[in-house]
């Protein structure tokens, strides 16, 4: 299998790249592959938190493509799961530090050892979101289900396709059901309606991701919280597995996702 | 004798520049995928293919909706059309960052001024017609009318000299007549938009309480007021 440069972003921030980023890296690397999360948030980093790993950093990519390190000098091994490994930002630096070409090189340098390469993205469309998207191949766009943050969405995804970057999936993050029931947040339909990208996975809203955040335990860790098992079926979908869309009902049974699975053929 | 329609399904974009004869020389269209890199090495094997380019013919360099950097402008000049000669009429395009560049530089933009002829010859470009829709940022400017077989996306932006046409959603601003000429209009499938403008009017006081809101309208300015139409077909 050829190695898999995937970046994750959004437009706007704090609708969930790193918390997706961490995630998926963890199930995927469960599921057997050599995966490594590459923090591309320079000046700002928070992949290292979310995973626990920030006590271990030493050397950041930057510190790598100065020449100041080898890369498996930066790399920071996951004790908790085979495979899994970082590679940092540096927190003292900023975006303007590393250009594009630079970032393309390291992404070459990591396709020789993983197979999957997870890029964080910074929030924006200016360099530090060019940087992290230029090595990339495909790229996941995580949105949550709010005007704002769907039109900014909008935005990277022209900018990754006038990139040529593809395939670019969606991701919804946060999705409140009641709300949705109520009328108050736009639901899956309004928000592909918009950006007419194909829909990876859908994260209901989930108090566990702020417990584990702080703890620096990815959710994918444990089975059971419902955004865990969204994130995990996510990284299957990324292998090319056909997970069916979980029924969320409301108190009355109705799926609410109902017209969603007969968008994908899928009986309601 | 074969039917001369024929069905196919909708175009991969090859990335490839096409050449295409016109009255007054050459038309170079640039794909708006592929790097740039790939464009100047194809570019490369045309000119060498294709000596014509180095003739007397005019020609327009075309680049759709691509947002062309500055550095390959610049390899542009530098690479074929200074060594060649080539005689570039003028550089259009419907990105409007692109046009701006060109435009600072003082370069010709839009369709070519013809040479008096003695034929009466068209002063405008037809409409632009776009198969795909817009998103968030994605900015067009045309000197015409503007047809948008898609959706324009809130955050899109459509500046037309004529009319524009949207067969989808319309929930970006739209902004027809900027030649100053009052008949123009602007017509979108469904509604959704919190601003529209012709001319130099703009209406802002839109929202989803308007009757009309989601429906297929058509506006116009008419006695410097903003009129918006139901379409019932």
Same mark, same amino acid.
């Given at each position: 299998?050829d190695?898999r440069?995937?970046?994750?972003?959004?437009? %706007?921030?704090?609708v969930?790249?790193t918390?997706t980023t961490?995630?998926? =890296?963890v199930?995927?690397?469960?599921?057997?592959?050599?995966v #490594?999360?590459?923090?591309?948030?320079?000046?700002?980093?928070?992949?290292?938190?979310?995973?626990g790993?920030?006590?271990?950093v030493?050397?950041?990519f /930057?510190?790598?493509?100065?020449?100041t390190?080898?890369?498996?000098?930066?790399?920071v091994?996951? %004790?908790?799961?085979?495979?899994?490994?970082?590679l940092?930002?540096?927190?003292t630096?900023t975006?303007?530090?590393?250009?594009?070409?630079q970032m393309?090189?390291?992404?070459?340098?990591?396709?020789?050892?993983?197979?999957?390469?997870i890029?964080?993205?910074?929030?924006?469309?200016?360099?530090?979101?060019?940087?992290?998207a #230029?090595?990339?191949?495909?790229?996941?766009? /995580?949105?949550?289900?709010?005007?704002?943050?769907?039109?900014?969405?909008?935005?990277i995804?022209?900018?990754?396709?006038?990139?040529? %970057?593809?395939?670019?999936?969606?991701?919804i993050n946060?999705?409140?059901?009641r709300?949705?029931?109520?009328?108050?947040?736009?639901?899956?339909?309004d928000?592909?309606?918009?950006?007419?990208i194909?829909? /990876?996975?859908?994260?209901?809203?989930?108090e =566990?991701?702020v417990? =584990?955040a702080?703890r620096g335990?990815?959710?994918?860790?444990s089975?059971?919280?419902?955004?865990?098992?969204a994130?995990?079926?996510?990284?299957?979908?990324?292998v090319?597995e056909d997970?069916?869309?979980?029924?969320? =009902?409301?108190?009355?049974?109705?799926?609410i996702?109902?017209?969603?699975? %007969?968008?994908?053929?899928?009986?309601? | 004798?074969?039917?001369?329609?024929?069905?196919?399904?909708?175009?991969e974009?090859?990335?490839?520049? !096409?050449?295409?004869?016109?009255?007054?020389?050459?038309?170079?269209v640039?794909p708006?995928?592929?790097?740039?890199?790939?464009?100047?090495?194809?570019?490369e094997?045309l000119?060498?293919e294709a000596?014509?380019?180095?003739g007397?013919?005019g020609?327009?360099?075309?680049f759709?909706?691509r947002?062309?950097?500055?550095?390959?402008?610049?390899?542009?000049l530098s690479?074929?059309?200074?060594?060649?000669?080539?005689? @570039?009429?003028s550089?259009?395009?419907?990105d409007?960052?692109?046009l701006?560049?060109?435009?600072?530089?003082?370069?010709?933009?839009?369709?070519? @001024?013809?040479?008096?002829?003695?034929?009466?010859?068209?002063?405008?470009?037809? &409409?632009?017609?776009?198969?795909? !829709?817009?998103?968030?940022?994605?900015?067009v400017?045309?000197e015409?009318? $503007?047809v $948008?077989?898609?959706? @324009?996306?809130d955050?899109?932006?459509?500046f037309?000299?004529?009319?524009?046409c949207?067969?989808?959603?319309?929930?970006?601003?739209?902004?027809a007549?900027?030649?100053?000429?009052e008949?123009?209009?602007?017509?979108?499938g469904?509604?959704?938009?919190?601003?529209?403008r012709?001319?130099?009017?703009?209406s802002? &006081?839109?929202?989803? !309480?308007?009757?009309?809101?989601?429906k297929?309208?058509?506006?116009?300015l008419?006695?410097?007021?903003l009129?918006?139409r139901?379409?019932?077909?």
């Amino acid at each position: 299998m050829d190695p898999r440069v995937i970046v994750v972003t959004s437009g %706007k921030g704090g609708v969930g790249k790193t918390t997706t980023t961490s995630n998926i =890296s963890v199930a995927l690397a469960r599921a057997g592959h050599k995966v #490594v999360a590459v923090d591309a948030d320079i000046g700002l980093r928070n992949l290292d938190v979310m995973m626990g790993l920030e006590n271990r950093v030493v050397y950041n990519f /930057i510190d790598v493509l100065e020449g100041t390190c080898r890369l498996n000098q930066a790399l920071v091994r996951d %004790k908790r799961v085979d495979n899994l490994f970082l590679l940092p930002a540096a927190q003292t630096r900023t975006k303007e530090s590393v250009n594009s070409g630079q970032m393309e090189e390291l992404c070459d340098m990591l396709r020789k050892e993983f197979d999957f390469i997870i890029l964080d993205s910074p929030a924006g469309i200016e360099g530090g979101f060019r940087n992290a998207a #230029v090595g990339a191949d495909e790229a996941l766009v /995580i949105t949550t289900p709010e005007v704002p943050a769907v039109r900014d969405a909008d935005r990277i995804i022209g900018l990754l396709e006038s990139m040529g %970057k593809a395939p670019i999936r969606l991701v919804i993050n946060r999705l409140k059901s009641r709300l949705v029931r109520e009328g108050e947040m736009l639901d899956v339909r309004d928000v592909l309606d918009i950006l007419a990208i194909d829909l /990876i996975g859908i994260v209901p809203e989930d108090e =566990s991701v702020v417990k =584990s955040a702080n703890r620096g335990e990815p959710l994918t860790f444990s089975d059971s919280a419902p955004a865990a098992q969204a994130f995990q079926r996510i990284a299957s979908r990324l292998v090319g597995e056909d997970v069916p869309f979980p029924v969320l =009902s409301d108190e009355n049974g109705r799926g609410i996702l109902a017209g969603i699975r %007969k968008l994908f053929g899928m009986k309601g | 004798m074969s039917d001369p329609l024929e069905y196919k399904d909708a175009p991969e974009l090859t990335g490839e520049i !096409s050449l295409k004869g016109t009255g007054y020389g050459i038309r170079m269209v640039f794909p708006e995928t592929g790097t740039e890199e790939m464009l100047l090495s194809e570019l490369e094997r045309l000119c060498s293919e294709a000596p014509v380019l180095s003739g007397n013919l005019g020609i327009v360099m075309d680049f759709q909706g691509r947002r062309v950097s500055r550095d390959f402008i610049l390899s542009l000049l530098s690479r074929f059309i200074w060594p060649r000669k080539m005689r @570039v009429l003028s550089w259009t395009g419907y990105d409007a960052e692109t046009l701006e560049d060109l435009r600072t530089m003082g370069a010709a933009t839009g369709e070519p @001024v013809p040479e008096k002829t003695g034929r009466r010859e068209k002063q405008t470009a037809g &409409a632009l017609v776009l198969a795909k !829709s817009l998103r968030s940022g994605q900015r067009v400017e045309h000197e015409g009318d $503007v047809v $948008v077989v898609g959706h @324009v996306n809130d955050g899109a932006e459509v500046f037309a000299s004529g009319s524009i046409c949207v067969w989808g959603r319309l929930k970006g601003v739209a902004h027809a007549g900027l030649d100053g000429h009052e008949e123009h209009t602007v017509i979108a499938g469904a509604f959704e938009a919190k601003q529209v403008r012709i001319g130099g009017k703009v209406s802002s &006081a839109l929202g989803s !309480s308007m009757e009309w809101w989601g429906k297929p309208v058509i506006i116009t300015l008419e006695n410097n007021s903003l009129v918006v139409r139901e379409l019932k077909l």
